[in-house]
């Protein structure tokens, strides 16, 4: 599957794929939090659009266009985040236009699981398989104040879903009853959970060795036995290709054929 980001403007700001660290899981008290895979697997699900030079960023608590300040570190060529909106609006942009392979749409949001005091990213979903238009990525002030984003810092991250995969799904809610098997192994998997915590509460020696359970991480029925195979304990998502400057022959499938029926005559060219 293709992803490709054509260059639109310089200085391009770097495209990295997501890291599953942050800095603020680094701190906790033995990095617990790295302990849980769901978060790893959110925080690396895509790719990082990162400043390409440091700012800090002022909004007064105004709804005007003037209401967010921006100081560059830097002279970069003219890349700066602004005021596009109003309202405490941030906006950044990628200077890429995306393109994803048919009906698949770009997820573009923040960076996940991450922390930033005073601001918020916003998310969009963008069907990027036909459109020529880019895109900004927009941030909003929770407070008057001011705060920084550090060069290398990541403002976007984004990464492709199938189009009409939600609209597709019929959800329903059942008595896990009502599926036996999946009921005895919930069962087998909470009355082991519960003791552990027992356990750890209790300084137990084996417990606390574990320190935690791994069920889930190591992709394990609670009862043991062979892993799950295509369980992931590591998203392995490759970096960009930069091909600015070569010549690539893109193959794109054609779109729908368009007949226009009109009467009388076509005027002949003079």
């Not at 790893?40 to 990162?50: D, K, V």
């Not at 942009?93 to 601001?119: A, C, D, M, Q, S």
């Not at 976007?156 to 329903?172: L, Q, T, Y």
């Not at 600015?244 to 729908?256: D, E, F, H, L, W």
């Amino acid at each position: 599957m293709k992803l490709i980001a054509y260059s639109v403007g310089e200085p391009r700001p770097p495209i990295r794929p997501a890291p599953a660290t942050r800095p603020w899981l680094d701190k906790l008290p033995a990095a617990f939090g790295y302990r849980c895979l769901p978060l790893n697997i959110g925080s690396s699900h895509g790719w990082e659009i990162l400043c390409p030079t440091g700012f800090v960023a002022m909004w007064n608590g105004q709804e005007g266009l003037d209401a967010i300040t921006v100081r560059m570190d830097k002279d970069d060529g003219g890349w700066k985040p602004a005021s596009h909106f109003g309202s405490g609006i941030l906006t950044f942009h990628t200077r890429y236009l995306f393109r994803t392979e048919p009906h698949f749409n770009l997820w573009v949001t923040g960076p996940t699981n991450n922390r930033k005091h005073g601001i918020v990213p916003l998310t969009g979903v963008i069907e990027t398989d036909w459109s020529p238009y880019t895109f900004t990525m927009n941030w909003a002030f929770t407070e008057p104040g001011g705060l920084r984003f550090e060069e290398g810092e990541p403002f976007c991250m984004f990464f492709p879903v199938p189009r009409g995969v939600v609209d597709a799904i019929n959800p329903e809610i059942r008595d896990i009853a009502a599926d036996p098997e999946t009921k005895r192994r919930y069962d087998m998997w909470n009355t082991s959970r519960e003791q552990f915590l027992r356990d750890l509460r209790q300084w137990k020696a084996e417990a606390v060795q574990l320190k935690w359970q791994k069920h889930y991480y190591r992709g394990i029925w609670p009862e043991g036995g062979e892993g799950i195979p295509a369980h992931q304990i590591k998203l392995r998502v490759k970096p960009f290709v930069d091909r600015t400057g070569q010549t690539v022959s893109i193959k794109r499938r054609a779109g729908p054929r368009i007949v226009v029926t009109r009467k009388g005559k076509v005027p002949a060219p003079k």
